[in-house]
């Protein structure tokens, strides 16, 4: 199936340091999505993205769409301990027929140290 | 209130011991879908429902069951829980058919399996 790849798994930061995690495909999407996962709790939607190249910003958090539509980026500026949890990316596949569902990245559990 | 509800939250059960984890929501929405999330695996989707009584598997479907009945309930059934089956189980549900809109999740079920 579709293979979305997500890193860093892991990434510890002092608070107000800057935070990055990328997600990348082999394959064109159609799509990606970012979702947040708060420790012990469910992935909530953040934001989607479908142009090739697409920037959006929500406050600290840019999130961006690679020119090929390949890849993807989160950026959170000056975390605050409210951005602990896990990220994830989702995809869906140009090249898939019907492209059913999404394909969620590995995720990337970000610590921030007070 | 807008919601995906899934019971039990927590279950501990047996090898071999039938059980059903059962998913809600009223949205309305036509795709339903569970997902498995494990350490280092992020979130694998185990079947989706795209409508009533349409329903197909996802990337890891072996020793699970789903029906589609109603619009609004999806369970998962496991004929016979083994202890590779423990995990954290969302369920989640999408507003158009093709599952590569925003996903809804419900609050998780947390299965162990002895």
């Known amino acids: 199936g579709q293979q979305v790849m997500q890193i860093p798994q892991y990434q510890h930061v002092q608070e107000g340091e800057d935070f990055t995690t990328y997600c990348n495909s082999s394959t064109t999407l159609s799509n990606i999505q970012w979702y947040k996962q708060r420790p012990g709790g469910h992935p909530v939607f953040l934001i989607q993205?479908?142009?090739?190249?697409e920037v959006k910003k929500q406050k600290r958090l840019t999130f961006q769409f690679g020119e090929a539509k390949k890849n993807s980026s989160l950026h959170i500026t000056a975390t605050q301990t409210t951005d602990v949890g896990t990220y994830f990316c989702a995809a869906a596949s140009f090249d898939q027929t019907g492209a059913n569902n999404l394909f969620f990245g590995t995720g990337t559990r970000l610590t921030v140290i007070p | 209130e807008a919601q995906v509800t899934q019971n039990p939250r927590y279950l501990i059960t047996v090898t071999g011991k039938k059980l059903t984890v059962t998913c809600s929501q009223n949205m309305n929405h036509e795709y339903m879908s569970w997902y498995r999330q494990d350490p280092g695996l992020g979130l694998r989707q185990i079947y989706y429902s795209m409508n009533v009584e349409v329903t197909d598997k996802g990337d890891v479907p072996e020793g699970y069951k789903v029906s589609r009945k109603e619009k609004r309930n999806f369970p998962l059934i496991l004929e016979s829980p083994s202890p590779n089956q423990t995990s954290l189980y969302f369920c989640?549900?999408?507003?158009?058919?093709?599952?590569?809109?925003?996903?809804?999740f419900g609050p998780g079920t947390r299965l162990t399996v002895l």
């Open positions: 993205l479908v142009k090739s190249g």
């Open positions: 989640a549900s999408s507003s158009t058919k093709r599952g590569t809109d925003t996903q809804y």
